[in-house]
């Protein structure tokens, strides 16, 4: 089942994808081929594999239960926080909630987590920034 | 005389303080990549690409460290198979076979040591193989013309899902999807803008770096997660190593086997379509069927440890050829290391050894000589990387992803490209759960923009004629062996694969019989 919906859905992106390339001005100084051919060849090979995938479908994978589902959910959640506070936050305080939340959810004890997340973010900073002189991200008391 | 000529150029080029504190930093790195269960040789060396580049290292020193990485992850695997049972990357399966039932007769330390030789062995040779073979393909490579490079691009594509693939419809889907994510901003050749719908970022097209540590660290990072998998697999086992250095007798046994496997795996390397998995899985079950008299494989037999493990080094090594010589490669970590040539500006490809001979060679150099120091921490300080099992994965993980962020971030400074590497990760994790492969897609975002263009020209020259990609005997053959590639693991990949697969089980079925 979750091959032919995937499959489905790759026919569909393909037909988005063809669509999209169609859409693409062409301009007054082109080549022979022109910006829209090699799009519309993709569109084609996805649309192809896509309906060979709903049509043969694989063994059905394992998927994870719904709380196991939830987790990864939240996990996808924080990274996106993450990725949208780091410059606001600054690196070691972003990086220490992301890592110590990260930790939590893989098995660590709460009170481990805490230190785990602080040291990762410390080092990181120590190893990166300090010794080899890579910019990362600075927050409002500069680190 | 010319080859070694510049071999010793190479040499020049490689040995300077910085360069060889690289290549040590890098084997070390490398192995401890490749022991780790969860970081292997493809997402070991894509996390470090953004940080070699940040960090402004010129192309020879960055490809000194990633090379070394690279041949690292390859020594390293082995650990966690021989002790543990468990592979450390793909290429180490086969040596679980008779690794691990020489840890539990107590030989641990001798089965180590002895793959860290055969894994020697079948590098050194290897990279011989390379120097050799590289420049008579760059003379083939010499006579493409675009639409002979429009067909090899093809064939790589068609050969990428490999002998063992199961189901080609998933190859060619992770590729075309690879294609079309290459498709985006704005068009080389005319200046229009594609499928961007209007964001702004997305002009420049998709940072190939960002996919390729989304789609390889972080969906990692998602496996783990969805497997609660916080525990080290080591953490209530006694490992014990033995006796560090193998018998001479026992390295007598094995030197056959070594030097069977190195030719093997060499060539299941260079070959489009296998890759160092295949070579170990040729090496072991060739040597089985030449040594096995007495019925001693998959019950610690040293030729079982020493086949598989010179195997897939030796792949690893021709591997190379192809990426080197045509700039297509024939694996996954071969994809990422075009990744970090083309982030240097290098275009790999025939033209690459006549006008950047110096990183060429220095690159062969840096190969020789991470050999030898790989070797030489492999033996000795085997029982350090063994600590290294230990470390649990819930606080590995964190450190992969905060650190993919950190190179990523690194590069542009950006939150959007963050985002984006975020649902990357998320991609991946779902594609892996379907059993799509990755490579392809990666493969396809490296070089979706130079097939376009080779197409283009190709027919462009001729005046708009799409018959001018099948013009020459050459570019027929090239389409030929794409069509038999991609055709072919359709009738016959399954039954490798479930070789593959069963010569492990009925091996561990075997072994279990014994013990009981």
């Given at each position: 089942?979750?091959?032919?919906?995937?499959?489905?859905?790759?026919?569909?992106?393909?037909?988005?994808?063809?669509?999209?390339?169609?859409?693409?001005?062409?301009?007054?100084?082109?080549?022979?081929?022109?910006?829209?051919?090699?799009?519309?060849?993709?569109?084609?090979?996805?649309?192809?594999?896509?309906?060979?995938?709903?049509?043969?479908?694989?063994?059905?994978?394992?998927?994870?239960?719904?709380?196991?589902?939830?987790?990864?959910?939240?996990?996808?959640?924080?990274?996106?926080?993450?990725?949208?506070?780091?410059?606001?936050?600054?690196?070691?305080?972003?990086?220490?909630?992301?890592?110590?939340?990260?930790?939590?959810?893989?098995?660590?004890?709460?009170?481990?987590?805490?230190?785990?997340?602080?040291?990762?973010?410390?080092?990181?900073?120590?190893?990166?920034?300090?010794l080899l002189g890579l910019a990362l991200a600075t927050g409002p008391f500069g680190f | 005389m010319d080859t070694l000529n510049s071999l010793a150029d190479g040499f020049a080029i490689a040995i300077t303080w910085q360069n060889m504190s690289l290549a040590?930093?890098?084997?070390?790195?490398?192995?401890?990549?490749?022991?780790?269960?969860?970081?292997?040789?493809?997402?070991?060396?894509?996390?470090?690409?953004?940080?070699?580049?940040?960090?402004?290292?010129?192309?020879?020193?960055?490809?000194?460290?990633?090379?070394?990485?690279?041949?690292?992850?390859?020594?390293?695997?082995?650990?966690?198979?021989?002790?543990?049972?468990?592979?450390?990357?793909?290429?180490?399966?086969?040596?679980?076979?008779?690794?691990?039932?020489?840890?539990?007769?107590?030989?641990?330390?001798?089965a180590l040591s002895l793959s860290g030789i055969a894994s020697f062995v079948g590098s050194f040779l290897a990279t011989w193989g390379l120097i050799l073979l590289a420049p008579q393909l760059v003379k083939i490579a010499l006579l493409f013309g675009p639409a002979e490079y429009f067909a090899l691009f093809t064939l790589a594509f068609a050969t990428l899902g490999g002998v063992s693939s199961t189901n080609q419809a998933k190859s060619a889907f992770a590729a075309a999807l690879g294609l079309g994510l290459a498709m985006i901003g704005v068009d080389t050749q005319t200046g229009v803008p594609r499928m961007t719908f209007g964001e702004v970022h997305l002009y420049d097209g998709i940072d190939f770096l960002v996919a390729i540590v989304g789609l390889f660290a972080l969906s990692e990072v998602f496996i783990f997660l969805e497997h609660r998998h916080g525990e080290s697999d080591a953490a209530h086992r006694k490992i014990e190593i033995g006796r560090l250095w193998p018998r001479l007798s026992m390295l007598k046994q094995s030197f056959g086997a070594m030097l069977r496997a190195s030719g093997l795996g060499f060539l299941a390397g260079v070959l489009p379509g296998a890759g160092a998995s295949l070579g170990a899985f040729l090496s072991y079950s060739v040597e089985k069927k030449i040594s096995d008299r007495d019925g001693t494989f998959g019950k610690g037999d040293p030729r079982g440890v020493a086949a598989p493990e010179a195997g897939n080094n030796a792949a690893a090594g021709g591997a190379l050829v192809p990426m080197l010589a045509l700039g297509v490669p024939g694996s996954g970590t071969t994809a990422v290391l075009l990744a970090v040539l083309l982030s240097l500006n290098i275009t790999p490809g025939p033209l690459l050894f006549t006008r950047n001979p110096d990183v060429v060679w220095g690159l062969i150099a840096a190969l020789f000589i991470a050999n030898f120091m790989l070797l030489l921490l492999n033996i000795p300080m085997v029982g350090l990387f063994t600590r290294v099992l230990m470390v649990p994965p819930r606080i590995l993980m964190p450190v992969v992803a905060m650190v993919s962020f950190v190179g990523i971030y690194g590069i542009s400074g950006s939150s959007f490209d963050l985002l984006v590497m975020v649902g990357f990760g998320v991609m991946g994790w779902a594609l892996r759960k379907l059993d799509v492969p990755l490579v392809p897609i990666i493969l396809g975002t490296l070089l979706g923009n130079a097939m376009e263009s080779n197409m283009r020209r190709a027919i462009t020259i001729k005046d708009g004629d799409w018959s001018a990609l099948v013009a020459s005997p050459l570019s027929i053959a090239l389409w030929a062996i794409a069509l038999a590639g991609f055709v072919l693991p359709i009738v016959v990949g399954k039954l490798v694969k479930t070789r593959m697969i069963g010569a492990r089980r009925t091996e561990q079925a075997e072994e279990m019989d014994v013990t009981d």
């Open positions: 089942m979750s091959d032919r919906i995937f499959g489905i859905f790759g026919v569909l992106l393909a037909i988005g994808y063809a669509f999209a390339a169609l859409a693409i001005q062409e301009s007054f100084l082109s080549d022979a081929v022109g910006p829209k051919a090699f799009p519309l060849i993709i569109a084609a090979v996805l649309g192809l594999a896509s309906a060979a995938i709903a049509l043969r479908p694989d063994p059905e994978p394992v998927w994870p239960g719904l709380m196991r589902l939830v987790e990864i959910i939240a996990a996808i959640v924080v990274l996106v926080l993450y990725a949208e506070l780091l410059p606001v936050l600054g690196f070691i305080i972003a990086t220490a909630f992301a890592s110590g939340y990260l930790t939590w959810r893989l098995g660590s004890k709460p009170l481990a987590s805490v230190v785990i997340g602080v040291a990762t973010s410390l080092s990181i900073y120590a190893i990166f920034h300090l | 040590l930093l890098g084997c070390l790195l490398g192995t401890i990549m490749g022991a780790l269960p969860g970081l292997g040789p493809s997402n070991g060396v894509a996390i470090l690409i953004p940080l070699a580049f940040t960090l402004g290292l010129g192309a020879t020193p960055a490809l000194i460290l990633l090379t070394s990485v690279y041949y690292g992850a390859m020594y390293g695997g082995r650990i966690s198979s021989i002790l543990l049972n468990i592979p450390g990357d793909e290429p180490a399966m086969m040596t679980c076979l008779d690794g691990y039932p020489m840890a539990q007769k107590g030989m641990a330390g001798e």
